[in-house]
């Protein structure tokens, strides 16, 4: 077994009410497993939500994790995406001030990493960026000494690639 | 027809089937007991919240059924936690229902508003909100299912005020069992265990509560029978084979007996049915069943491999794994001879006579054991229901009566809740009104749901309290004097009431000895008496509980009292 600690995708579908949330995140807490990142939605059926979370572990604590989510009522499947064939992606959005002197970085670094500017206020502007959790990495490396304001990430969201 | 929420609860509690409900009014479930005076359902008034679900989860494991408890909003609600949590850890099948502030004022911290939602997610099996009179009916009817499908457990359903006036038309719900097929083993790997119980020389099969929850008890005796295999079981699954049987060998673990702990570490193959695998069951896990191959058959996957690492996992519940296999020990026609076992039994019998669970008998004071035993000796027989406390009361209790019938020891096992005992028997009894219902207490656990005096001389429940009264928290004292030099920081309880005259204040009958040879007369004098009895024993203070493994210790290194460290 992979006793390798490492960040693990699973991807839950539950039912779509109030406190299903607290009772997948406090399964979790509770056992001492912490959430890395967390993304929730409704999916094309309003009634299921899709809640997919990272945590970092090692695969027998995983299975134990997948197992525990299972046990609680309103969690209709657990899929571990770790290792399928997936697209993964993150989204981050940024605000920066924008000067004289940075203004040609940014852009560039905009540039390389495929992002746009969504809004343009005055001198402040605020950058979307979506991509592997890697590339958001470096892109937030990049920004941070031309001098970010304040930043906000969605964490991991993956799909299978086929059936 | 439309009928008030309140209504529409009772139908479909009786719908459910349910005969007896353990409950506290108050405001928030006023419209409740409202209905409840009409004399449909039986209600035992309890004079605690924490009593009302022990009550409920002792009726529940001696009938088999699921227990019943409800309770206002707010403390009312937060008073039942301990006995939710009692009833997860040891898959307990109750229903709670609490009262809640009507749901215009949910959220606004109103007078008697806890979020028992919040509070019990964790150790509820499920809860549930009903926000709309609409979803009650259907509610219930889930609830019920939740609570004693797959692996049971306590579910709790939170009522605001409103919902019960709120009118609604009644449509029986049902959420019928039959309709999920009870998942069976692969056969495939029953054909493996059926190899390896071939090939192996020294097998044991480990049973927990699953057997008794699973209501498997006829079938793990056939087939520890028809294989000669002997058997232990944890404290939650004693009487599911019978402790007079000569292939039982007593609980394993913490204080289990001597030759348990040493089958379980010199066996080749462990047959694992419905045991959770314990920390007080395994000691040091790395040792734990060092030599054996581990079958585990759980209903519940998340037991698998979760502390013990298991070589043959099988998900299913006990009775249709066990069904199974056996029907192919009948297939194969599948004979053990004596021959075969000689060996491994003989080793048992050598340990059974080196070890015995023993004591140091004495004429001049009461020995706690003594008092197990005799009281073993006047009701054995499988009419009599012994529940415990928590601590030495319990440890002596599971070693010194022999079970030989299932749900006739209830204990609380994984949450280990001191109180317990005494409001499940009155439960137990309410299930069994013609058994003999023995509440085994300390002198600290009985003091922590004393209040329910009262509910068993209302309702003339007569259950009789057997303390066993050392003036001391007796288990912690133990710890103290073996591991802490003797430092008895806050174990000394001779500040106590005196239970006779407390029995007599409450309006039952009390009983006092300090004497040995009392001790028969006592005790027939308290089952003999009608209605609720309290029996005083002052014993011996500070006797210890043995076999005793270190608290992470290995469970083959035992420390037997009188005798040395055994290896």
Request: net charge neutral.
């Amino acid at each position: 077994m992979e006793r390798e600690k490492k960040e693990r995708i699973l991807s839950l579908l539950v039912s779509n009410k109030p406190d299903v949330l607290a009772r997948v995140a406090g399964t979790l807490g509770g056992r001492g497993y912490n959430i890395e990142t967390l993304c929730v939605d409704a999916t094309l059926d309003p009634k299921v939500s899709k809640i997919i979370l990272t945590t970092i572990a090692d695969q027998p604590t995983l299975t134990k994790i997948e197992k525990q989510l299972m046990k609680l009522i309103d969690v209709q499947k657990v899929t571990d995406l770790t290792k399928m064939a997936t697209v993964m992606r993150e989204m981050m959005l940024v605000r920066m001030r924008l000067t004289d002197k940075n203004k040609a970085d940014v852009a560039l670094i905009i540039d390389t990493f495929r992002g746009r500017v969504v809004t343009l206020n005055g001198d402040h502007c605020v950058i979307e960026i979506s991509g592997m959790r890697e590339e958001i990495e470096k892109a937030l490396q990049s920004l941070t000494p031309l001098g970010i304001d304040d930043m906000a990430r969605t964490g991991i969201i993956a799909l299978e690639r086929t059936k | 027809m439309k009928i008030k929420g309140s209504q529409i609860l009772i139908q479909a509690l009786k719908q459910e089937g349910v005969d007896v409900i353990f409950g506290y009014p108050g405001g928030a479930v006023i419209d409740i007991y409202d209905e409840l005076h009409k004399g449909n359902i039986r209600h035992i008034l309890v004079r605690h919240e924490q009593g009302a679900v022990h009550a409920a989860d002792g009726y529940a494991r001696a009938s088999g059924k699921v227990g019943v408890a409800l309770v206002t909003s707010g403390p009312g609600a937060s008073n039942t936690v301990t006995g939710i949590a009692n009833a997860h850890l040891d898959s307990i099948p109750i229903v709670v229902f609490t009262g809640q502030v009507p749901t215009s004022l949910i959220g606004t911290d109103a007078f008697q508003e806890v979020d028992i939602i919040g509070i019990t997610r964790p150790c509820t099996k499920h809860n549930f909100q009903v926000r709309r009179v609409e979803e009650l009916t259907r509610t219930i009817s889930e609830a019920f299912h939740i609570a004693r499908s797959d692996r049971p457990g306590p579910v709790l359903i939170d009522l605001p005020k409103d919902v019960m006036n709120a009118m609604a038309e009644y449509t029986p719900a049902s959420f019928r069992d039959e309709e999920e097929p009870q998942p069976r083993p692969p056969s495939k790997k029953a054909f493996q265990v059926l190899d390896m119980l071939s090939e192996a020389k020294n097998p044991l099969i480990l049973s927990g509560g699953g057997i008794i929850l699973g209501g498997a008890s006829q079938e793990l005796r056939e087939m520890a029978w028809r294989t000669k295999t002997p058997v232990t079981s944890t404290l939650m699954g004693l009487g599911a084979f019978p402790g007079t049987d000569p292939l039982w060998l007593g609980m394993p673990g913490m204080h289990g007996t001597y030759y348990a702990n040493m089958a379980i570490s010199h066996c080749d193959l462990m047959i694992t049915l419905g045991c959770r695998f314990d920390d007080r069951v395994t000691g040091k896990i790395d040792t734990f069943a060092r030599n054996a191959k581990i079958v585990h058959v759980d209903v519940d996957p998340s037991s698998i491999n979760k502390n013990v690492m298991i070589d043959v996992p099988i998900v299913s519940d006990c009775k249709s794994a066990l069904r199974s296999f056996n029907q192919l020990l009948k297939e194969k026609n599948f004979t053990v001879t004596g021959d075969q076992r000689r060996e491994w039994l003989g080793l048992i019998d050598g340990w059974k006579r080196d070890v015995p669970l023993s004591y140091c008998r004495s004429d001049e004071v009461i020995k706690p054991q003594f008092v197990i035993e005799t009281l073993y000796e006047l009701t054995r027989g499988g009419n009599t229901i012994i529940t415990t406390e928590v601590g030495q009361n319990q440890m002596w209790a599971a070693q010194f009566y022999k079970y030989d019938y299932p749900n006739t020891f209830l204990s609380s096992g994984g949450l280990g809740t001191m109180g317990y005992g005494f409001p499940a028997a009155i439960g137990a009894q309410l299930a069994h009104p013609d058994k003999l219902v023995v509440d085994i207490a300390g002198d600290g656990s009985i003091q922590m749901n004393i209040q329910e005096l009262a509910t068993a001389v209302q309702y003339k429940i007569p259950v009789k309290i057997v303390i066993l009264n050392n003036g001391y928290l007796g288990m912690v004292r133990q710890w103290q004097e073996l591991f802490y030099e003797k430092r008895y920081s806050h174990t000394d309880m001779t500040h106590a009431p005196d239970f006779v005259k407390l029995a007599e204040a409450y309006g039952l009958t009390g009983f006092r000895t300090g004497k040995p040879a009392e001790v028969e007369k006592v005790l027939r004098q308290g089952i003999s008496t009608p209605g609720p009895v309290i029996m005083d024993f002052q014993v011996a203070r500070e006797e210890c509980v043995y076999p005793m493994v270190k608290p992470g210790g290995p469970i083959h290194e035992m420390t037997l009292g009188s005798r040395e460290m055994v290896n």
